[in-house]
């Protein structure tokens, strides 16, 4: 059996968190900032977690996470 190809645009986007969980970056940060709070904008900067239905289609996406 070969082996399998990872989705290469879902591993530059996803990492795995030490106990198992998928990490994932906020969205809404890249323009339009200046009407976003300075709060909103420094919480978005932290990574956030995938929701858990989308758990199994990332892990598909990313057989070697």
């Given at each position: 059996?070969?082996?399998m190809?990872?989705?290469?645009?879902?591993?530059?986007?996803?990492?795995?968190t030490?106990?198992?969980?998928?990490?994932r970056a906020?969205?809404?940060?890249s323009h339009?900032l200046t009407k976003?709070?300075?709060k909103?904008?420094?919480n978005?900067?932290?990574a956030?977690?995938i929701?858990?239905?989308d758990?199994?289609?990332v892990?598909?996406m990313?057989?070697?996470?």
């Open positions: 059996m070969p082996k190809k990872t989705k290469r645009g879902a591993a530059k986007r996803f990492k795995a030490g106990s198992g969980k998928i990490r906020k969205a809404f940060t339009i976003k709070s300075t909103q904008k420094r978005l900067r932290k956030g977690l929701a858990d239905v758990v199994k289609a892990k598909r990313l057989p070697y996470l």
